[in-house]
Nanobody, 127 residues
C-alpha cells in the first residue's frame, strides 16, 4: 500500500510563499509519476503540477506556471511543491498522488490518471 504524508500547509498572506512536502512510506517515490492537486470548497479537484519518474520532466497548470515549482529529493524520498506569489485563489486543500499505470506527465494533469492519494494539507491565502 502506497502511503503519503503531506505537510507544509498553513495560512499565508497574498504574495507570500509556502513549501509543501509529500513524503512517502513503504515505496520509492522515484518509481512513480507524482502529481500535486488541489480542491477548493465547492469546486472539482484540479491538477497543479507533476514530475515524471524517468527524466525529471515537469508539468504545470497554467494558473500556477511561473509561480510554483515541483522537485524531488530522492535521498529523503520526498517531493516538494514550492509556491511563491500566492494569491487568494490558491486557497484549497492540496494533495499529492502517484500514477502507477500511465507514467505520463505534461501540463495536462488529470486526477483520473492517479491511483494513490495522500490525505491533503490546507493552504489558505488571506490577509
Amino acid at each position: 500500500q502506497l502511503q503519503f504524508v503531506e505537510s507544509g500547509g498553513g495560512l499565508v498572506q497574498p504574495g507570500g510563499s509556502l513549501r509543501l512536502s509529500c513524503a512517502a512510506s513503504g515505496f520509492t517515490l522515484d518509481s512513480y509519476v507524482i502529481g500535486w492537486f488541489r480542491q477548493a470548497p465547492g469546486k472539482e479537484r484540479e491538477g497543479v503540477s507533476c514530475i515524471s519518474n524517468s527524466d525529471g520532466r515537469t508539468g504545470y497548470a497554467g494558473s500556477v506556471k511561473g509561480r510554483f515549482t515541483i522537485s524531488r529529493d530522492s535521498a529523503k524520498n520526498t517531493v516538494y511543491l514550492q509556491m511563491n506569489s500566492l494569491k487568494p485563489e490558491d486557497t484549497a486543500v492540496y494533495y499529492c498522488a502517484a500514477d502507477s499505470r500511465y507514467y505520463a506527465c505534461s501540463d495536462l494533469i488529470s486526477p483520473k490518471q492517479y491511483d494513490y492519494w495522500g490525505q491533503g494539507t490546507q493552504v489558505t491565502v488571506s490577509s
